[in-house]
């Protein structure tokens, strides 16, 4: 069956523009996940929901992240005021149920110039 | 000090070899952990999955959790180029977050 899938691949924006990340978990998981993995650093947890409500958002690094799950399904990720540190990987993961199996999309490789 | 420490590498060995690749973490609290293969520019994939203390075996890959020591290992056996990539280490405890290692990457040399 389809994984967990993520558009775009490759985001390259601009200092203070604004992005958006979108995330399709696999069909029926519940829980999804982000994360942000820097070069050379394992993933970073960011923010977490069950179905559309964001059970637990305390890894988003400040105000300018956001994320959001309208319908329990797809997540969109927003960074307002992009800075060059926010360059990264970006991950979305899903799971049916418990947080110890966690199944990755491929990213959203982000580069701010 | 991070939650959960591990060894970047990298780590190059000849086809054939074991290899053992390990992390230990501080939070007592962690009950499942897990063993991560993260290809280059790929999302990292579930590898094994280990609750409490013990071993676990799949294949060629062997899991162990210490909890005393606060050791988690991976051993690959007859390790293929294939198995080139980089592992992360991963703990969780109940439904908090998973916490990674910064990953080790591995070479296996043909």
């Known amino acids: 069956g389809a994984g967990v899938s993520q558009t775009p691949s490759n985001k390259v924006t601009e200092k203070g523009k604004y992005v958006e990340l979108r995330c399709d978990p696999i069909?029926?998981?519940?829980?999804l996940y982000w994360y942000r993995q820097s070069l050379g650093q394992g993933p970073e947890f960011l923010i977490y929901f069950q179905g559309t409500g964001a059970a637990d958002d305390s890894g988003l690094p400040n105000d300018r992240f956001f994320a959001v799950r309208p319908e329990g399904s797809v997540s969109t990720l927003k960074i307002q005021r992009t800075e060059r540190g926010d360059s990264a990987v970006y991950l979305c993961a899903s799971s049916s149920g418990g947080a110890d199996t966690q199944y990755f999309g491929p990213g959203t490789r982000l580069t701010v110039l | 000090q991070k939650e959960v420490e591990q060894d970047p590498g990298p780590l190059s060995v000849p086809e054939g070899a074991i290899v053992s690749l390990n992390c230990t973490y501080s939070?007592?609290?962690?009950?499942?952990f897990m063993w991560y293969r993260q290809y280059s520019r790929k999302g990292p994939e579930l590898l094994m999955y280990t609750y409490s203390s013990g071993n676990k075996e799949d294949g060629r890959f062997t899991a162990q959790v210490d909890k005393s020591s606060k050791y988690i290992s991976l051993f690959i056996r007859d390790s293929q180029p294939s198995d080139s990539a980089t592992y992360l280490c991963a703990s969780i405890s109940g439904n908090t977050p998973l916490v990674f290692g910064k990953g080790t990457r591995l070479s296996v040399i043909a």
């Open positions: 939070n007592s609290a962690f009950q499942y």
């Open positions: 069909s029926g998981h519940t829980a």
